[in-house]
């Protein structure tokens, strides 16, 4: 399920009018860029299975002061958790962990399902070893070159596209368990990361230390120009 968008009282009213779910709200302002980022995170919260029985829903408060006032919204992001139209829990601020901790007990007291089984680490790590030689140049980012969907790989992009480097991408926000297990299998806990010939190279701050030394042209391959062929 995507991340709904309320724009309207109507709107609101024909959301939390669904009884027998739950919701989480969040009251977000458009000037405020963490609330941005806090957006993709549901956005990635209510794609996920073990979240059916959850409604993910974003609030512009400033749109809506009505229900604002009545949510005792005082600042932004703020994130309202409801069961049916009952509120149950609040989370102030953009604080992704304990966000991702709370949607995890009210999915749990919304519905009973199995939690599949963790694939060994074993297993794991043959998948991101593959993943990580699976093109000559291959860089780990959240989005697609054409639609990056944080500053950093979208820097890193235009970066590659000013020296003509030819590389492959990877989505990792399409793939949770690559996302999660890239870290620890990299020991690199941020995205995106840059692999070449199997090996990491790094993040964008290296990247920018290796334009800087005029490293990059010689480290990662170029587009071939056709017209030198």
Same mark, same amino acid.
């Given at each position: 399920?995507?991340?709904?968008d309320?724009?309207t009282a109507?709107?609101?009213?024909a ?6 779910r ?12 963490q ?5 993709e995170?549901l956005e990635?919260l ?6 059916e029985?959850?409604?993910f829903?974003?609030?512009?408060a400033e749109?809506v002061?009505?229900?604002? /006032?009545?949510?005792k919204?005082?600042a932004v !992001?703020?994130f309202? @958790?409801? #069961? =049916?139209?009952s509120?149950?829990? &609040? ?8 966000l991702r ?15 599949p ?6 297993e794991?790590n043959t998948? /991101? ?5 699976s093109a !000559?140049?291959?860089? @780990?980012? #959240? =989005?697609?070159?054409?639609?990056? &969907? ?9 970066m590659f596209s ?10 990792i926000?399409?793939d949770?368990?690559?996302?999660q ?6 020991d690199?806990?941020?995205?995106p990361?840059?692999?070449?010939n199997?090996?990491?190279i =790094?993040?964008?701050?290296i ?17 071939q120009?056709?017209?030198q062929?």
């Amino acid at each position: 399920m995507s991340l709904q968008d309320i724009k309207t009282a109507d709107d609101f009213k024909a959301i939390i009018s669904k009884k027998t779910r739950s919701h989480v709200l969040h009251f977000w302002a458009p000037w405020a860029p963490q609330c941005e980022q806090m957006n993709e995170v549901l956005e990635e919260l209510a794609k996920d299975s073990h979240h059916e029985s959850i409604t993910f829903a974003k609030v512009k408060a400033e749109s809506v002061p009505d229900i604002s /006032l009545q949510y005792k919204i005082a600042a932004v !992001p703020t994130f309202i @958790f409801l #069961k =049916g139209d009952s509120v149950i829990d &609040r989370l102030d601020g953009a604080h992704v962990p304990e966000l991702r901790k709370k949607v995890k007990a009210l999915a749990g007291s919304s519905a009973t399902y199995m939690t599949p089984p963790t694939a060994p680490k074993e297993e794991l790590n043959t998948k /991101l070893k593959r993943l990580t030689n699976s093109a !000559p140049c291959i860089l @780990f980012m #959240k =989005g697609t070159p054409e639609e990056p &969907r944080c500053g950093f790989s979208k820097q890193t992009v235009a970066m590659f596209s000013k020296h003509n480097i030819e590389f492959s991408s990877f989505n990792i926000l399409a793939d949770e368990e690559v996302r999660q297990g890239l870290k620890e299998y990299s020991d690199w806990p941020t995205y995106p990361q840059l692999y070449v010939n199997g090996e990491l190279i =790094g993040g964008l701050d290296i990247l920018k230390e290796m334009e800087t030394n005029e490293e990059l042209d010689k480290v990662l391959p170029r587009k071939q120009d056709l017209n030198q062929r």
